[in-house]
């Protein structure tokens, strides 16, 4: 069995369960956050499909789609955008996952264990998926914890104490 077909199963269940997630969000969750922090959940969604878009150049040999701008590769606090378009969030997960898959199927066997110089460091595409899957149960977990346990709105945040 090759590797992308040994991967695939647990890569889909992975994003499947965080694309059903996202599905699952109001719009008005979006901007949650937890205070004193920059990342809301709209922003780990964004940067979530941008990171696949990366590994997929990186990794994979596919270039970034045209017009894609990267706005969250700086961190949370490197990025001014808010990101409160639910629709578009998941049109960007789904269309990122797709590019991702893509890559993946192409990448001849030989290929998933010769390391690949990067700017996250040297890596193999099969310890790419690895870290891919681990980056989006972290945000998966987070966005979780957010609806839970609560949260404030990011537009809450920006009137600062006593206002």
Known sequence: MSTYATLLPVWNAIQSRFHETV???QAEELGLQLAGESASIGYMLRHNAEVEYMFAAWFFDLQMPEGLQVQTSRGATGSSAAFTDLDE????L????????AGMSALPEEKWHEIRKCPI????PLEAVGRLMYHTGIHSGQ???LRKYGAVPQQELAKGCGN
């Open 23 to 25: 599905r699952g969000l």
């Open 121 to 124: 460091g040297p890596s193999t």
């Open 94 to 101: 789904e269309a990122s996952n797709q590019h991702l898959l």
């Open 143 to 145: 966005i979780s914890f």
């Open 89 to 92: 969030l998941i049109q960007l």
